[in-house]
């Protein structure tokens, strides 16, 4: 009976991580551009096949018609290739091509391999991908492309992948490039190669490395060095990766760590040639990898790099003790060099001593190893050998698809089968044995890779990536004799090249995004980045709390990214939203006060403030920020805190940049002084700060560090708590910063060819765009960047529509979003804008994305030269309208200052709130219209265009204005709006209080606010004009009284009166006069409980009043009263401007009068900067194509216009006449005062009589009639 052995079925496996994609250098100079196969003989060319003698590759010249006029194979397919050999290794930096002399036979597409030898080709890569070039569309025309980036090669090949339908594959070319030479070592993997330092120690603050290496293995020391003191450099493979590992020094006795490791690359045991620089300054290093970079920082506090004796290429040295085991490296290197010295150099010409090196060659030797390259509709089918009780496999793989079918095989027939797959990454082997008797099974593989199959399977998914050293029984196979059809079969496979790469590499997944790839796309995992996006690139959360704030958000804990897309991370932070500016606000981990004891200036005694993020992101915080504050405490005993501003400090604090500071809260930079040494209250007068004068009681210094550039507070030494009696508590608070500059970073375009230009947008393979607009023009260009082709824009094509389009090389693409209604509505709208590797998209406000896929082949990257462009580009529609917080790549532009110096754009946005919105006096709101703006004085006490118009009223006997703050919801909302938070929702811990009266009756009470508690407040004017405010808040015997007795305010004239109150600090001005302050007593409480009525002119309310108050109620007010505002409440502005609230109710006869105003005070507006004087040469409005009229229209009404006005002045002049004459015994209210400085009765008055402005108010015998 037939025995089958299966003695051995072993697979092999490269070990995938990545491979390397270079980035693009720059176009090919003019000195490296010579052609180099005009001159080759026809020896130097070969092809896969010929049609004929006529069409042989010799002849495959640019612009030559030897023989049938070019090349052209035997067959048209995509197994045909055109080869030249220069000889030498050149330098390619360009490559053209033409069809076949006047024919219909050219090529469309191709690819470029290269080599040295004439094996194991190289396809070109471009912008991640094999490159396809394009060819030509004719026989004659020559198309030429300089490469991204040169190649060093022998030999070039040029593959076509597509040609004429109506012809066949027909070429001529040429390559360009000039001469290149380099030094090559060998080495055999068994002995380095020394470079021994003269001085046997070698200190250096700065180190240039640079060299080229290629290699089949996936383990080796390149080389190394190290230094008795633990400092070290080496750079190896490990396991097909580049790693750098250096120490510059690292402390035993603390923790001090100097280890950096590095890592980059992948899959560089493919035995190509790959460039290395290393750039060291101190602890900055620049680590380059076939023009890749990364910059990275060594840990540890050392700058230099101490080594001793030597620095070794190819392993560890045969001297000293190394500090850890490599393997040595097996391959080649050329061009080493280390500090401007030629390393191979040097070795060639003897003058470094080799004895210790094998064999020591200065010629490559090529990897005996045959690559075979699939795709996923290839198959390879190799005979094995008959007749034999021994079935042997083995190979190595390498692919990035997790699942395929590697191998598959029947045995004679009846015997069985063996198919070796890769299922999830991992490889297992299934073996079908129908036989009785078995010898045995041996089985071995390596690690758990991705492999091929031998015949398509209907099951598994065909292999894609390459093979190598395949042994079929013991016998390698000869791929060679499979390629020239002497062998096996074949579909669709590349012999003698591995095409796989590594689209991880370089990393496309930004912000620690995790990179998975299959054989033709990447995926990124941003699961706990914070990012989203195709790439991990845009930011989840908002960049500051200003921008959560106008989102509807209230005070919490937010996560905030103020650089977007930036490096910075996103962190949280406290947004405080209650008060009339919103704070954000970082927490650290200091106790809320920390005793210190036992420092003394020597050794004084370090707190440290943990922050919870890093100082770098509270960096962005503060730089963007209107104001920053953070509160420091000291209190002390017998413990100094700056003695004196000559003197070294006791304490001081550490800020930003870990510098010293010797001011302390309330103070400033430079001055080594407390607040009480500012505000010169210090408990000593001899001293800057109450500790500094070493009591022996309890003091205590505090204040606000408010120079945010030096914030946050970083570490405060404290020296001075040593002494017998000496004790000190500190306190730090948290770092509080307002306001958020870049995210109202604005600028207004008034003029269609106005324009900002910044530098260029640097977005190559990740690009982000995001800004806010309000426009009431139909289109523009927001913003522009042009490259060489390559472009991008965001327009406003119509108004509806936004669009983002570019062009990276492979023609423009063009996003719309389409908004349902009109977006030049005069309202901020946002835009977001993205473009990567992956794909592009557009969003306007919430509407739905527009989203486009990049092209699986083709250009990636974004080259741009020109400035950026913002409102305008050339050529373009102009834009009209604002722009603000324009972000890209999560920088922000600075908007506002480049507006300054730029004609036809302005700081902010002028439209129109930001140009006239100073205008609405009193408080008034400034709100946008389309073609200005208007003031909002609902919530004021003034009326008219510009809240400049008092509003009052005269009071007759017996009237009285009542206002009910319960009545009205509204009236509770404006009391909080100026109120701190209390228990309840009428309770006040502050109050302002404005009005003015006049009036020649006393007594009388002014105002009255009245509570559902003994609480209360009220002005009265006394018997004797004098004027008395009255405050009862509990916790004193008797109210609170201020009296003003100097005076006599009833003397007709118009008195204004101030009041405000926090706490239990009051403040009161009067007229003119200088604000007076006033404290009441300690006892006395701070809230102003249950609010319950407002009365102007009298008291009628149910319930006990105050007897002392009670005895000027009668017989009431009479007189004028004006401009009354409690808060944001204006109870006589209610009273005359009805509405649907029931909250304010009026007894007795009340006629609306400005008798009881103030002189005016206000200058009237400047013609100049009127916006509605049309007369204004320097007026400015907003682009508006209908409102246009012509010169002569403007002339003809302005003369109409003024007739008009003529006429109806006349008509108001005879009727207030008229009234006048017919009412004037219908009650008269005369004025003693105001008849001269001369006979005034006080000064009040004589200054009133020198006003000039006053007498159109008050005049001595003018007399008001009230119908």
């Known amino acids: 009976m037939l025995g089958l052995l299966l003695r051995r079925i072993t697979a092999l496996f490269w070990i995938c991580i990545g491979g390397g994609v270079g980035l693009a250098a720059a176009a090919a100079s003019q000195k490296c551009d010579e052609p180099l196969t005009a001159a080759l003989p026809h020896s130097s060319f070969s092809s896969s096949s010929v049609m004929s003698g006529s069409y042989v590759p010799g002849y495959a010249k640019l612009n030559k018609r030897g023989g049938a006029g070019g090349w052209s194979p035997l067959d048209s397919d995509h197994y045909q290739w055109l080869q030249m050999d220069f000889g030498n290794r050149k330098q390619v930096t360009a490559v053209a091509t033409q069809g076949r002399y006047s024919s219909s036979d050219w090529v469309t597409q191709y690819r470029l391999l290269y080599s040295d030898k004439g094996r194991n080709w190289k396809p070109y890569h471009q912008d991640g991908n094999i490159w396809a070039f394009a060819g030509n569309t004719n026989s004659d025309g020559v198309v030429r492309h300089d490469l991204q980036h040169p190649i060093i090669a022998r030999y070039v090949r040029l593959v076509p992948l597509d040609w004429n339908g109506e012809g066949h594959i027909g070429l001529r070319m040429e390559v360009f490039g000039c001469s290149y030479w380099a030094d090559v070592i060998n080495f055999d993997g068994y002995s380095p190669l020394s470079y021994m330092f003269r001085n046997k120690k070698m200190k250096t603050l700065k180190d240039i490395i640079s060299l080229k290496f290629k290699t089949s293995e996936n383990e080796g020391v390149i080389f190394h060095g190290e230094g008795q003191q633990g400092d070290y450099v080496t750079l190896e493979i490990k396991k097909a990766k580049l790693v750098l590992r250096v120490n510059l020094g690292s402390n035993q006795h603390s923790s001090i760590n100097g280890d950096t490791s590095v890592t980059t690359g992948s899959l560089l045991d493919d035995h190509h040639w790959h460039s290395v620089i290393i750039e060291r300054y101190g602890r900055n290093i620049n680590f380059t990898l076939d023009r890749e970079t990364q910059h990275f920082r060594t840990n540890g506090e050392f700058d230099h790099l101490d080594l001793d004796y030597e620095l070794s290429f190819g392993g560890m040295p045969f001297s000293g003790k190394p500090s850890f085991n490599g393997k040595n490296f097996k391959g080649c290197m050329e061009s080493i060099n280390y500090n401007g010295i030629n390393i191979t150099d040097l070795a060639r010409r003897g003058k ?59 045995f004679a027939p009846g015997y069985g089968m063996v198919e070796i797959d890769l299922s999830d990454g991992k490889v297992s082997i299934n073996i079908s044995v129908n036989q009785t008797k078995m010898n045995s099974i041996e089985m071995s593989a390596g690690y758990p890779g991705l492999l091929n199959n031998t015949k398509p399977s209907l099951y598994r998914r065909s292999f894609q990536g390459c093979m190598q050293l395949l042994h079929v029984d013991d016998q390698l196979a000869d791929l060679h004799a499979v390629e020239q059809g002497k062998l096996g079969q074949f579909t669709n496979i590349n012999i003698d090249m591995c095409a796989i790469i590594d689209r991880c590499l370089p990393n496309h997944c930004e912000h620690g995004g995790r990179c998975t790839q299959t054989w033709d796309s990447f995926k990124c995992n941003c699961e706990g980045t914070g990012y989203s996006g195709a790439t991990c690139h845009n930011s989840m959360y908002e960049q500051s709390c200003e921008a959560y704030k106008h989102l509807g958000k209230t005070s919490d804990t937010y996560w905030i990214d103020p650089d977007g897309s930036g490096p910075l991370g996103p962190f949280k932070v406290y947004c405080n939203m209650t008060e009339d500016k919103v704070w954000t606000t970082l927490y650290h981990d200091m106790a809320q006060q920390r005793t210190i004891s036992g420092s003394t200036p020597m050794k004084p005694v ?239 406000d919430l509407l739905r994305r527009d989203f486009r896929k990049a092209p699986t082949q083709g250009h990636t990257r974004l080259e741009l030269y020109s400035q950026l462009y913002v409102g305008a580009a050339g050529g373009q529609r102009g834009y009209l309208g604002c722009i603000r917080s324009l972000r890209m790549n999560g920088v922000t532009l600075d908007l506002e200052e480049r507006a300054k110096i730029t004609p036809g754009v302005k700081p902010g946005c002028s439209g129109h709130c930001t140009s006239y919105g100073m205008y609405c006096r009193n408080g008034g709101k400034c709100v946008e219209k389309y073609n200005g703006y208007s003031c909002d004085c609902m919530q004021t006490a003034y009326d008219g265009p510009f809240c400049t118009k008092d509003v009052g009223g005269f009071f007759e006997a017996g009237t009285w204005i009542r206002y009910s703050f319960q009545s009205s919801e509204d009236s509770l909302k404006d009391l909080k709006s100026s109120s701190q938070p209390a228990n309840s929702s009428l309770t006040l811990t502050k109050e302002d209080l404005v009005f003015s009266f006049s009036t020649t009756n006393t007594p009388s009470i002014l105002l009255y606010i009245s509570t559902y508690s003994p609480d209360y407040m009220a002005v009265i004017l006394k018997h004797n004009g004098s004027l008395q405010i009255r405050y009862n808040l509990g916790g004193t015997k008797e109210p609170y009284r201020i009296d003003l007795n100097h005076r006599n305010l009833a003397n007709g004239q118009p008195h204004s009166v101030n009041i405000s109150r926090h706490g239990k600090e009051l403040r009161l001005q009067l007229d003119h006069y200088p604000a007076v302050p006033y404290s009441m007593p300690a006892t006395t409480d701070i809230k102003f409980n249950s609010l319950k009525t407002l009365f102007l002119g009298r008291v009628v309310e149910i319930g006990n009043i105050d007897q002392e108050v009670q005895k000027y109620n009668t017989p009431g007010f009479v007189g004028c009263l004006s401009r009354v505002q409690f808060n944001q409440i204006a109870p006589l502005k209610a009273a005359l401007r009805p509405s649907t609230s029931s909250a304010v109710s009026v007894e007795g006869e009340f006629v609306e009068s400005n008798c009881g105003a103030s002189p005016l005070t206000i200058s009237p507006m400047p013609a100049a900067t009127d916006p509605w004087h049309f007369g204004s040469a320097s007026a400015e409005f907003p682009f508006n194509e209908e409102s246009t009229i012509t010169d002569g229209v403007n002339r003809n009404s302005a003369i109409i216009g003024g007739v008009i006005a003529v006429v109806i002045f006349t008509i108001l002049c005879t009727l207030v006449f008229l009234i006048r004459y017919m009412f004037r015994h219908k009650g008269t209210y005369h004025t003693n005062e105001a008849k001269g400085a001369e006979s005034a009765e006080n000064a009040d008055a004589a200054i009133m009589n020198n006003d000039p402005n006053f007498t159109e108010t008050i005049d001595e015998s003018k007399k008001e009639w009230f119908i």
């Open 606 to 844: 370090i707190v440290k403030l943990n922050y919870s993020t890093s100082l770098n992101q509270i960096s962005a915080v503060t730089k963007s920020a209107e104001y920053c504050e953070q509160y420091v405490s000291y209190f002390c005993r017998m413990s100094r805190l700056l003695n004196t501003p000559a003197g070294n400090p006791y304490t001081w604090w550490i800020g930003r940049g870990n510098e010293k500071h010797y001011y302390w809260g309330g103070s400033g930079p430079g001055i080594q002084k407390c607040a009480c040494g500012i505000e010169r209250n210090c408990t000593n007068p001899k001293y800057y700060c109450n500790c500094d004068a070493d009591a022996k009681q309890w003091r205590k210094d505090t204040g606000l560090l408010a120079y945010k550039s030096h914030l946050p507070v970083s570490q405060v030494l404290v020296g001075d708590t040593s002494r017998s009696g000496s004790e000190a508590k500190l306190a730090v608070g948290p770092l509080r910063c307002q306001g958020d500059r870049n995210y109202w970073n604005a600028a207004s375009f008034n003029t269609p060819s106005s324009y900002l230009h910044f530098s260029t947008f640097h977005g190559e393979t990740s690009a982000d765009i995001s800004f806010y607009f309000k426009t009431s023009v139909p289109y523009g260009v927001f913003l522009e960047n042009l490259g060489n082709t390559d472009f991008i824009r965001l327009e406003l094509k119509s108004p509806t529509d936004v669009t983002f389009s570019f062009d990276v090389g492979n023609g423009p693409e063009e996003l719309t979003v389409r908004s349902p209604n009109p977006l030049n509505d005069d309202q901020w709208h946002r835009v977001i804008a993205e473009r990567n590797v992956k794909e592009a998209s557009l969003q306007v």
């Open 352 to 410: 470094l001593d080799t004895s210790k090196v094998g064999n020591l060659s200065f010629s490559c030797a090529e990897s005996r190893a045959v690559p075979v390259f699939f795709n996923s509709s290839s198959y390879l089918l190799l005979p094995g050998h008959m007749n034999q009780d021994l079935f042997s496999v083995s190979f190595m793989f390498r692919t990035w698809n997790p699942n395929s079918l590697l191998l598959f095989s029947k």
